[in-house]
């Protein structure tokens, strides 16, 4: 059985707020693992208003230093100081988000009353960012108009389940469950094996998730990208403003597509739309010419990952 892991839409607007939808914000749920992908303006609203945990945040991803994209964290912090938060926090970004942050913090002579880890990202270079027993985060290279890094989060753990009672069968000893786990064989002697696949039950293949915040058209990030389950691509604009979204290093619904197309992905999710689309369902059809599972971005949308297959509350 799969555990969870889901991603709930917070913000999906580019550069402005409109009067339903929000900057760029994305909470996403791993086991017990709660990871906030950028930060808008209005994420910690968006927050509570979906009923989402603010205090079991505990790392933070930002791309990039638009304001669309991180303008709603030094809130988000103050609010999780307020309320006595202990637990350190994570921040993965650009390198002067740290002084960006700590001279508001510092200006508004606030002290916080848990640690901050700042985890600064190289938008030139590929590299895991972070790395847990339970997941990994990796960095994916955008061109934008100012440094951007894409999120790829990829779950880890055992491959296996431990068949107990074949294990007491064959005399497996405890002490090797947890080597069985990821697939080991299990040798009593030099004379014997005993294949890891008569003592366990395969579990579900592990997922992955790719966030590609703002970035012009660009398949170098294909192969990074390559075969996930889940893609978010932005798709700020229209075909039919193609040029304009070069001018702005943006991409339309029609390249996300096409990304999601030549990457084979499992599913695809636009978002980051311009405000001047008060109907969204033209930029889905456009996606669609290319990647028949590409679905909107909806505030208050969850997508539930799984192999090769989405499911949306």
Known sequence: MYSKFDVTILGNSSATPTKDRAPSSQYVRLGPHNILLDCGEGTQSRIHEYSLKLQKISVVCIS???GDHFFGLPGLITTMSLFRRVEPLKIIGPKDLEDILMSLISAGDSELSFQIEFITTNPEVEEVILEHQDYQIQTIPLKHRIPCTGFLIKEKGPTKRVNVDACREKNVPVSFYESLKFGYDYFPNNELRIPNSEVTWELPEKRSYAYISDTIYNEEIIPLISGVDLLYHEATFMSDREDRAILTFHS???????????AKVGQLILGHFSARYSDLTPLLDEA????EDSNLSIQGETFFILKKELKTV
Request: proline letters at 0%; charged letters at 10%.
């Open 252 to 262: 339309t619904a029609m390249q996300a597509g096409l990304i999601a197309q030549k």
């Open 64 to 66: 990039h230093l638009h």
């Open 288 to 291: 669609r010419c290319q990647f």
